[in-house]
C-alpha cells in the first residue's frame, strides 16, 4: 500500500490520534479499498492505521481465481464512523466475499496495537480532502439512516423470486409452462422470467421519491403547474423525513452519489438523478429553501468534478440529462424572489460548468416548449 510521503508531524499525530480497521483473512489478490484509494491485498496486509476521525466507506471485491490482477467480483461494502484512537477488527467472510464486524475482537487489538503496527498500511492522506468535499453533510446520524439494515452495500441487488417457481407444480398454479417446454418467440421467453424483488434487509434506505408530482383533486390546470414545477414534490420529500433539518437532504444526494461512484451501485445513481431532477425544477422552493440550495450548488461543484463531462449523454438521445436539469435550474435562480447571494452563487457555477465542460446552457430551456401530462383518472378538459 504505496502511500505519498507526509510532513513527519502530521504522520504523528495521525498515528496517535487516527483511528485503524484491523482486517483479518483476506485472501491474496483481494481488491481492498478506504474511500477514495483502493489496493491489491498482498500477504502482509492486515487493515489501515492512522484514520481521520469520521464517516469512512470500506469496500471490497473478491479475486477471481486464475484471473489477473483487474478480474474481481462485484464489489461490496458499507460505511462506518470512526472515533480518535478507536480499533475496528472485521474479517473475511469467504461465503459472502466481503468482510464482516467483528466486535469481539475490538479490545484484544486495542491493547495490542504497535504489535500490528508493520502490517497496517497509512490512510492515503492525500486524498483526504477530496473525501470530506463528497461526504460533507453525511454524519453518523445520517449514515446508519440511509445503510441498508443488513450493514451491507452490495454492487449487484440480491433479490428473490417474488413467487416459487422452481416446481413444476408451482409454474402450473400460475400459468406458467414447465421449464423443460420450448420457448416460441423472444416475448414469451421474457414473459417466462420470474419476477424478482430485493431481499428484505438489503436495500439502501433512500426516501421514496413521490411517483405523482400534484396533490389528491388536482385540477387540469394544477397538473400542469405541479408537472412544471416541482416544488409539491419536493415539499413532500423534506416533509416525509427532513422536516427539522432540510440540509439533510444533501446528505442523502452525497450517500447516492458515492454508493454509485465507489460502490458501483447503479440504482444509487438513479436515485441520485431523481432527486436533484426533483431539487432543480422546484422553483418555488428554490426561494424557499435558499440555504438548501446554496449548498447544493456546493455539493453538485465537488460532485461533477468527478465526472467526465459526456458521461450523462443518453446513448440513444444524445441528450445530456444534467445540463437539461442543470439549465432550468439556472432560469429558476434568476428570479426576483431568489437571495442576491443564492442568484451569484449559481452565476459563477453556470460560467464554471460552461468552462470546463463546454456546456450550453443559453438554448432555450424543453421546459418552455408546451408540456403534455397526464390527468388524473376521471378528469376532463372542456
Known amino acids: 500500500m504505496a502511500a ?9 499525530q495521525l498515528f496517535f490520534e487516527g483511528a485503524a480497521v484491523v482486517v483479518l483473512g483476506v485472501p491474496q489478490g483481494t481488491e481492498f479499498g478506504i474511500d477514495y484509494s483502493t489496493w491489491a491485498v498482498g500477504p502482509k496486509f492486515r487493515g489501515v492505521k492512522m484514520i481521520p476521525p469520521g464517516v469512512h466507506f470500506l469496500h471490497c471485491s473478491a479475486g477471481r481465481a486464475g484471473g489477473g490482477r483487474e478480474e474481481t467480483g462485484p464489489r461490496t461494502g458499507f460505511f462506518l464512523s470512526l472515533q480518535r484512537r478507536e480499533v475496528r477488527v472485521l474479517r473475511w467472510d469467504a461465503a459472502g466475499e466481503a468482510v464482516v464486524p ?22 492515503p492522506y ?12 453525511i454524519s453518523e446520524a445520517a449514515m446508519r439512516k440511509l445503510q441498508p439494515e443488513s450493514g451491507r452495500i452490495c454492487a449487484f441487488s440480491e433479490v428473490l423470486p417474488v413467487l ?16 423443460g417446454s420450448e420457448c416460441r418467440s423472444y416475448a414469451e421467453g421474457m414473459a417466462r422470467l420470474p419476477q424478482m424483488k430485493p431481499k428484505a434487509g438489503t436495500e439502501i434506505r433512500f426516501t421514496e421519491l413521490p411517483k405523482r408530482t400534484y396533490p389528491s383533486g388536482a385540477t ?21 423525513r427532513y422536516a427539522s433539518q432540510p440540509l439533510d437532504l444533501l446528505a442523502e444526494l452525497q450517500f447516492a452519489f458515492i454508493c454509485f461512484l465507489i460502490g458501483n451501485v447503479y440504482d444509487a445513481f438513479e436515485h441520485w438523478k431523481r432527486l436533484l431532477n426533483i431539487l432543480c425544477r ?61 442568484r451569484r452563487k449559481a452565476e459563477k457555477f453556470k460560467a464554471h460548468l460552461t468552462k470546463k465542460f463546454k456546456w450550453d446552457f443559453e438554448a432555450e430551456p424543453e421546459d418552455c416548449a408546451p408540456v403534455v401530462v397526464e390527468l388524473p383518472e376521471g378528469v376532463q378538459v372542456d
Not at 126 to 137: E, H, Q
Not at 164 to 179: C, K, N
Not at 310 to 317: A, N, Q, W
Open 4 to 12: 505519498p510521503r507526509m510532513e513527519p508531524e502530521l504522520a504523528r
Open 126 to 137: 492525500a486524498s483526504l480532502k477530496k473525501w470530506v468535499s463528497l461526504t460533507s453533510f
Open 220 to 240: 387540469p390546470e394544477e397538473v400542469t403547474r405541479h408537472s412544471m414545477d416541482l416544488s409539491y414534490a419536493l415539499e413532500k420529500v423534506i416533509h416525509h
Open 102 to 123: 467483528a466486535p469481539e475482537e475490538d479490545e484484544a487489538f486495542r491493547e495490542n496495537l504497535r504489535e500490528m503496527d508493520p502490517f497496517l498500511g497509512p490512510y
Open 282 to 342: 422546484a422553483e418555488d422552493a428554490i426561494g424557499k429553501y435558499q440555504e438548501l440550495y446554496i449548498n447544493l450548488i456546493s455539493v453538485l461543484y465537488h460532485q461533477l468534478s468527478e465526472i467526465p463531462a459526456d458521461f450523462f449523454v443518453d446513448i440513444v438521445s444524445q441528450d445530456n440529462f444534467l445540463t437539461s436539469t442543470l439549465q432550468v435550474f439556472f432560469s429558476c435562480t434568476c428570479s426576483a424572489a431568489v437571495d442576491g447571494t443564492l
Open 164 to 179: 416459487a417457481g422452481r416446481h413444476t407444480r408451482d409454474r402450473a398454479e400460475q400459468g406458467l409452462p414447465p421449464l
